[in-house]
T-cell receptor, first 115, second 113 residues
Framework: NAGVTQTPKFQVLKTGQSMTLQCAQD?????MSWYRQDPGMGLRLIHY???????DQGEVPNGYNVSRSTTEDFPLRLLSAAPSQTSVYFC??????????????FGPGTRLLVL | GNSVTQMEGPVTLSEEAFLTINCTYT??????LFWYVQYPGEGLQLLLK?????DKGSNKGFEATYRKETTSFHLEKGSVQVSDSAVYFC????????????FGAGTRLFVKA
């Protein structure tokens, strides 16, 4: 199993540009999430999905869109990039059957720089 | 709302020293508690977890005990190695929080040979 994969690994954008961060998992997990990691702030939840066709907002959703058309894929779209979106983005998935004891599996991250 | 507070880093230790990283939490329900580790250039991976009070999670020589009375889940290791250098995140997941995972800010550990 490849686990959770993310592309690209690194991206530089200019302010106002749009792009899509890709995330895929091959573990047949129902739950998928997007986080951003900023120094001193831990991980903050952007959007999450509890199954194909179902998405919801997390703690910091503004400026981002998601969709979940398949169990495997959960892309994150930046609509109009801003310097405040410079961060490291992590996708994670979990089985969805254990409830509060759920372990999350993380991708390797995408480092985004917005100029 | 739910929150996790962990000690600020960085923590610098010599090899074979004893490690403690403090973590306390606030939750409205009965959360599960986790420690995740992030090695340089990688994503987070689960180190250990505990799902109810007085449970002890352990893995790779690391341990943490779920203490409901002090709302704590401190990470300990008796003898650290250079390869333990990483960032450690305390986290919780609570049914009242919709099963979403809340992370602490992370504590960076440096271990010197």
């Amino acid at each position: 199993n490849a686990g959770v994969t993310q592309t690209p690994k690194f991206q530089v954008l200019k302010t106002g540009q749009s792009m899509t961060l890709q995330c895929a998992q091959d573990m047949n997990h129902e739950y998928m999430s997007w986080y951003r990691q900023d120094p001193g702030m831990g991980l903050r939840l952007i959007h999450y999905s509890v199954g194909a066709g179902i998405t919801d907002q997390g703690e910091v959703p503004n400026g981002y869109n998601v969709s979940r058309s398949t169990t495997e894929d959960f892309p994150l779209r930046l609509l109009s990039a801003a310097p405040s979106q410079t961060s490291v983005y992590f996708c994670a998935s979990s089985y969805g059957g254990e409830g509060v004891g759920e372990t999350q599996y993380f991708g390797p991250g995408t480092r985004l720089l917005v100029l | 709302g739910n929150s996790v507070t962990q000690m600020e880093g960085p923590v610098t230790l010599s090899e074979e020293a004893f490690l403690t990283i403090n973590c306390t939490y606030t939750a409205t329900g009965y959360p599960s508690l986790f420690w995740y580790v992030q090695y340089p250039g990688e994503g987070l991976q689960l180190l250990l977890k505990a799902t109810k009070a007085d449970d002890k999670g352990s893995n790779k020589g690391f341990e943490a005990t779920y203490r409901k009375e002090t709302t704590s889940f401190h990470l300990e290791k008796g003898s650290v190695q250079v390869s333990d250098s990483a960032v450690y995140f305390c986290a919780l997941s609570d049914r009242n929080g919709g099963f979403k995972t809340i992370f602490g800010a992370g504590t960076r550990l440096f271990v010197k040979a």
